[in-house]
């Protein structure tokens, strides 16, 4: 499966995906990296792995419809068939999301519903929550929204510099999205209304085991299977 990578920042997650690719355990080619920040330390990542990459500054369009025409144009071109969203930071205008519906995953640091929006982990520390995580979920029209395909939990030490607690769910966040994509690459993700189903494998399948040291104590479902 062909997909397009949209990133405005460090791109850890796109990196995430290149690894699991290389490791062999994610069937996807990815054709493309697009910012709306041609800064973005991602799409040196993507230049170092042989990707294709488009970045254009969104300011210079006159409006965000304009500037995701300019970003279906070339993802057309890529024939990419899923688009990834990580650590992109804009809304995508509902024409975007309807080319792509149900073909749009994202992935956000907190276990949601709870928490949407920017800074989400500093605001789950500030609230108190004694566990937080990440969430990758089909993308709808309102922010951080849409069906869940997979969640990770972690817990949240009392007085935790959120920083910790941040590297502890982005060492999550590299597993769970690759591991949502390959599901969707073997094609059992069902979603019925809300829910998305995980289907049975037609392979055996082997189950990664959490690692249970204090730092990385986490609880993921549906679990993770090996090599992710
Ligand atoms: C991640 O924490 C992700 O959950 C959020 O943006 C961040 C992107 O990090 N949507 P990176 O650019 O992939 O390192």
Request: charged share 20%; proline share 7%.
């Amino acid at each position: 499966m062909k997909i397009a990578v949209l990133l405005s920042g460090s791109g850890s997650n796109l990196q995430a995906f290149i690894d699991k690719q290389h490791e062999g355990v994610l069937n996807a080619e990815i054709v493309l990296a697009l910012s709306n920040n041609p800064d973005a330390y991602g799409l040196k990542r993507a230049d170092a792995a042989g990707i294709p990459t488009w970045a254009q500054d969104h300011r210079r369009y006159s409006c965000r419809e304009k500037f995701d025409q300019a970003m279906l144009a070339v993802i057309k071109k890529s024939e990419a068939e899923l688009i990834v969203l990580a650590g992109y930071m804009r809304l995508l205008s509902t024409p975007f999301i309807k080319e792509f519906e149900g073909r749009i995953m994202n992935i956000h640091p907190s276990l949601l519903p709870a928490f949407p929006g920017a800074k989400a982990v500093a605001a789950a520390a500030d609230y108190g929550v004694k566990l937080s995580g990440c969430t990758v979920h089909f993308v709808e029209e309102q922010l951080d929204s849409g069906p869940v395909i997979i969640q990770a939990a972690v817990p949240v030490p009392v007085a935790e510099d959120p920083k910790l607690t941040l590297e502890r769910i982005h060492r999550l966040e590299h597993r769970i999205y690759p591991q949502a994509v390959q599901w969707l690459v073997e094609g059992r993700l069902k979603l019925e209304g809300r829910q998305v189903i995980l289907t049975e494998s037609s392979q055996p399948k082997v189950f990664a085991r959490p690692d249970y040291d204090l730092n990385s104590q986490w609880l993921v479902f549906p679990p993770l299977e090996q090599g992710f």
